[in-house]
């Protein structure tokens, strides 16, 4: 695996590969790899001739308040990682390369970044859709791959490319899940044993709702009622959001007559974790 730390460096590489006119596949991250992010590039791998991934802890998507200097870094260890899973070309390049010094220029999807994470963490998707155009202007993939754990992202991200006609393809990989059903995400890290157990409602609060689902309710309210008297019976986890959305629109649906995301998000002490399943 080759690893880019400049911009032309990258883009030269990426570029040579093009003319090779392999399909390119991009797998952006910010590090501290779990098996969720080894099934994006596994999925990449499996549709693409070449395979890239960044590792960059992008500070635009973080509120002045939340865990950037702190968001774990594993470098050598994500390195090896993605190594062993025949990843071609690493980009890792520093904050002061990726934006350079009095940048004023974002990328924000109207309408779509104040919903769901973007309501409790302000600008949060703004500085996703920045540092991804930015990547996909730099890598210049044919195909980019993305969790379905952070289902807002993946819809936002689908439509920024629509609407600024970025040609990349966006594929959303299911999420991957602990035994237990949690998702895995890296900030499971910062959870102590306590909290672990506890967080295990999230996942629980959308079974149920596909339990519910399953038994012919369509109506989202009483959904979401018995999510937040599950929550009120887990006083460790604090709910921050239960919502029966548009996948594609992130609007909210009344009635499950199509397919709709069911999105949930919670804080465990300071964490914050997020999941979601789709029901109809
Ligand atoms: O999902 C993530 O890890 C990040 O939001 C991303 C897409 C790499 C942008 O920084």
Request: charged share 25%; glycine share 4%; proline share 6%.
């Amino acid at each position: 695996m080759q690893l880019f730390e400049t911009i032309d460096t990258m883009r030269d590489k990426s570029r040579a590969w093009r003319r090779k006119n392999k399909r390119f596949g991009f797998v952006p991250t910010m590090g501290a790899l779990h098996e969720g992010h080894l099934s994006l590039v596994r999925a990449a791998k499996a549709q693409c001739d070449v395979v890239a991934a960044s590792i960059f802890v992008n500070p635009t998507q973080f509120g002045p308040n939340e865990d950037f200097s702190k968001y774990p870094r594993t470098f050598e260890r994500d390195c090896e990682l993605l190594e062993n899973e025949g990843v071609s070309m690493l980009f890792a390049p520093t904050v002061e390369e990726m934006y350079p010094p009095r940048a004023v220029t974002y990328v924000t999807v109207e309408g779509m970044s104040e919903k769901l994470c973007g309501n409790s963490r302000p600008g949060h998707f703004r500085g996703v859709t920045t540092v991804v155009s930015k990547l996909f202007n730099i890598v210049e993939p044919d195909v980019a791959f993305f969790g379905q754990k952070d289902a807002a992202q993946v819809a936002i991200i689908r439509r920024m490319v629509r609407d600024l006609n970025i040609p990349v393809e966006i594929v959303a990989c299911p999420i991957v899940r602990e035994t237990d059903g949690l998702a895995m995400s890296s900030r499971n890290a910062y959870l102590d044993p306590q909290q672990r157990k506890a967080a295990l409602v999230l996942s629980r609060s959308l079974k149920e709702a596909q339990v519910l689902y399953q038994q012919g309710v369509r109506d989202a309210q009483p959904l979401i009622d018995h999510s937040k008297e599950m929550f009120a019976q887990q006083p460790s986890a604090r709910l921050d959001y239960f919502e029966i959305i548009h996948p594609a629109t992130l609007e909210p649906v009344e009635k499950i007559i199509s397919p709709s995301l069911v999105a949930v998000a919670a804080y465990l002490g300071t964490t914050r974790l997020i999941d979601n399943i789709v029901l109809g």
